[in-house]
């Protein structure tokens, strides 16, 4: 329906409209923020070795990096869905815009790692309002299902494309310049979308029922924080110190406070009854799990490549276009077969090529610094995504009420970045703990001097493997390299297994939770699917057959 200002509600479609005014402008634009918000997100992927050399970083703060981005983006996703309903779309994803260009320029003049991440929680931030204020506005202007699956597979492909061009966009500022000319091109582009989400963006609301959750808001927030900073501070601080395990502690409480406050909000930001559909339960559950193998393994590419074998940024660029390149190559593929194969039987081949390629990258050896051995695992790894990014958003849209598309768009967007933050913040504890205990094990029987071992070993208790690692030739500790090197090797090695076993986990789950689940299937001409009471009183859509 189509109010006189030209705000477009999100009722649901009209019999027989082919395709609502304003289509094509809405989904170019969302397209292009979720694809800023995306090179927002990949950018330090190339650049972890520059952070370390110019910033003076160690291990964790490295991690921080990409878990401030993306832990603002979890924080504050469901509330930014909310804030959609009620006052629009397009403002929001407009305002994430301006945030990201605002973050992106305190990253550009960080004189220290800490403004670094200062910079990319505010980018953070407004991505967190960007990809579901774009996602939901491109269903509020689509007719069928096989609109619906084409919109959502180009939106995931753009998402894609941008994080396959940032890490080659940071790379190639690093070989001209300075990495902080990447940030300066990512404040451009921010604004030109910005522009253009004003431009062309089709305004859209749902503000029945919906108001914001505050207390909901910040038991997530602090129980989320609180946890993800004792999993990456952990394995540099240690385990069982007071902070890490405060942090759990009082992370665990504020979330299951989170869960007591959503079951008895009026109006809650998580409906927890969206669960008792089957469909849309285990799509949300693969989401975090292969989210985080993939994410995990990209971000344990890029240590590896930078800290670890201080390769060249723009190498880094080149083997992220094979890791994220196949989701916006195969748009048109993975548009047809959403709609002519089970959503099962796609997100299980996914995630199973995504569990081979992390398992050969378990494979490989840390001195070769050649590119080859990456082909072929971060092709599988790139294929699997193309395959499960676009599946899991649609069954998840797909298997509830239109009036809860802002939610069910918020929770899955949400579900999926947690798993994105995760996946650093597991690979990161899982490869610098290992990593750690392989270099404090080995370093006596190493035959080193006294004075350099004695050296390395306070270096690496200050900064890890890692730290020692990056040592320049004759520095004291400086020949406790190699040994620092096939730690890092082999703790990285253990990461890549840890992602790899996730991803065989989402495929399980996905090949056994999804039977007898009708998903939605678009033939040329139908209106979205109509939908019914499922057994669970809950509305579930009707399966649509050619």
Known sequence: MTLDNGTTTSQGPTAGAARTPGYAGTLAAACGAVFVAQVANALPASLNGLFQEDLHTHGSQLTWVTAAFMIAVVCFEFTFGVLGDLFGRRRLVAAGTGLVAAGSAVSAVAPSVQVLWIGAAVSGLG?????????????????????????????????SAGAAVSPLLGGMFAGIGSWRGSFWVLVGLALVSMVLTLTLVTESKAPAGRRLDVPGQITFAAGLILVLYGAVEGPESGWTTLPVLLAFALGGCFLAGFVVVELGAESPIFDLKLFRNRAFTVSSVVAVIGMLAFLGACFATSMWLG?????????????????????????????????????????????????????????LDVT?????????????????????????TAVALNSVHPHLAGMASAT????????????????GAVALSNAG??????????????????????????????????????????????????????????????????????????????????????????????????????????????
Not at 412 to 427: E, I, K, S, W, Y
Not at 527 to 545: F, V, Y
């Open 437 to 546: 205990t392989a270099f404090t094990a080995n370093l006596p029987g190493a035959g080193l001097s006294v004075g350099q071992a004695t050296a390395a070993r306070g270096i690496a208790e200050a900064g890890g493997p890692i730290a020692v690692n990056s040592l320049p030739p004759g520095a004291p500790g400086s020949a406790a390299h190699a040994l620092a090197l096939d730690a890092l090797g082999s703790g990285f090695g253990t990461a890549f297994l840890v992602c790899g076993v996730a991803a065989a986990v989402a495929a399980a789950l996905t090949a056994f939770g999804m039977i007898g689940v009708h998903t939605l299937r678009a033939a040329g001409h139908e209106e979205a699917a109509p939908l019914t009471a499922g057994r669970d009183g809950l509305p579930e859509a009707a399966p649509i057959t050619p």
């Open 368 to 392: 070769d610094q050649g590119l080859g051995a990456f082909v072929t695992p971060a092709l599988l790894i790139g294929v699997g995504f193309a395959l499960t990014v676009s599946s899991v």
């Open 412 to 427: 899955t967007n949400m579900l999926r970045d947690l798993g994105f933050a995760l996946g650093p913040v597991v690979v």
């Open 307 to 363: 800290p670890v074998q201080h390769q060249d940024p723009i190498r880094v660029g080149i083997l992220f276009l094979l890791l994220q390149g196949p989701a916006f190559l195969l748009i048109p593929v993975v548009s047809r077969l959403l709609h002519r194969v089970a959503a099962s039987w796609l997100l299980t081949t996914g995630f199973a090529l995504m569990a081979v390629g992390c398992l050969l990258f378990t494979r």
């Open 127 to 159: 991505a967190g309002a960007m990809f579901p204020g774009s996602l939901t506005a491109i269903m509020a202007v689509t007719r069928t299902a096989r609109q619906r699956a084409h919109a959502v597979a180009v939106w995931s492909g753009f998402l």
